[in-house]
T-cell receptor, first 112, second 114 residues
Framework: RKEVEQDPGPFNVPEGATVAFNCTYS??????FFWYRQDCRKEPKLLMS???SGNEDGRFTAQLNRASQYISLLIRDSKLSDSATYLC?????????????FGKGTKLSVKP | NAGVTQTPKFQVLKTGQSMTLQCAQD?????MSWYRQDPGMGLRLIHY???????DQGEVPNGYNVSRSTTEDFPLRLLSAAPSQTSVYFC?????????????FGDGTRLSIL
């Protein structure tokens, strides 16, 4: 099982909708994660951190469910500008992957 | 602040040529890394460094060399370019090793091997 797995999508939603993505992880010791946003042909950019208490930033809410080993990203009142690929990122506790593990991303397309 | 700077932004090479992708960061970050990103594959780690003079292999190191002579610079060398190395390359850095820190990315180098 991959250490961080995401539904690749695409999620096609109308403007103003609420959309949620999940990301599952395999290492039960993981306690912190990041969500990154990547626009087409651009570099990934940090969106928000996710700790055990969750995190909220405006229209974005991230939660960590340690019992079921998944994290979620909720986007309320979707904007056209939210269209991007969202990467789930977790810690790497070993192996050859450096100190972070990146999911392959979930693509979101917000339509007018 | 400049952050992570990558050069060049675009490059076309012929099979067998060598070249160096440059990466520099001005944030005094300990950790630096190189990724390649191909359609449907996500980010794959090539090499990383936890400090000056220390480098290690990532998931896909074959055909690439790195060195870290200073904290600021982490160049990636393609020894003999192959079409399979056509990709977008990202350099990233983070503040400290051993702590869960976000990585900051450069804006990428788009490399085509003919």
């Amino acid at each position: 099982r991959k250490e961080v797995e995401q539904d690749p999508g695409p999620f096609n939603v109308p403007e103003g909708a609420t959309v949620a993505f999940n990301c599952t992880y395999s290492n039960s010791a993981s306690q912190s994660f990041f969500w990154y946003r990547q626009d087409c042909r651009k570099e990934p950019k940090l969106l928000m951190s996710v700790y055990s208490s969750g995190n909220e930033d405006g229209r974005f809410t991230a939660q960590l469910n340690r019992a079921s080993q998944y994290i979620s990203l909720l986007i309320r009142d979707s904007k056209l500008s939210d269209s991007a690929t969202y990467l789930c990122v977790g810690p790497n506790y070993g192996g050859s992957q450096g100190n972070l593990i990146f999911g392959k991303g979930t693509k979101l397309s917000v339509k007018p | 602040n400049a952050g992570v700077t990558q050069t060049p932004k675009f490059q076309v090479l012929k099979t067998g040529q060598s070249m160096t992708l440059q990466c520099a960061q001005d944030m005094n970050h300990e950790y630096m890394s190189w990724y390649r990103q191909d359609p449907g594959m996500g980010l794959r780690l090539i090499h990383y460094s936890v400090g000056a003079g220390i480098t290690d292999q990532g998931e896909v190191p074959n055909g690439y060399n790195v060195s870290r002579s200073t904290t600021e610079d982490f160049p990636l060398r393609l020894l003999s370019a192959a079409p399979s190395q056509t990709s977008v390359y990202f350099c990233a850095s983070s503040r400290r090793v051993g702590e869960f820190q976000p990585q900051h990315f450069g804006d990428g180098t788009r490399l085509s091997i003919l």
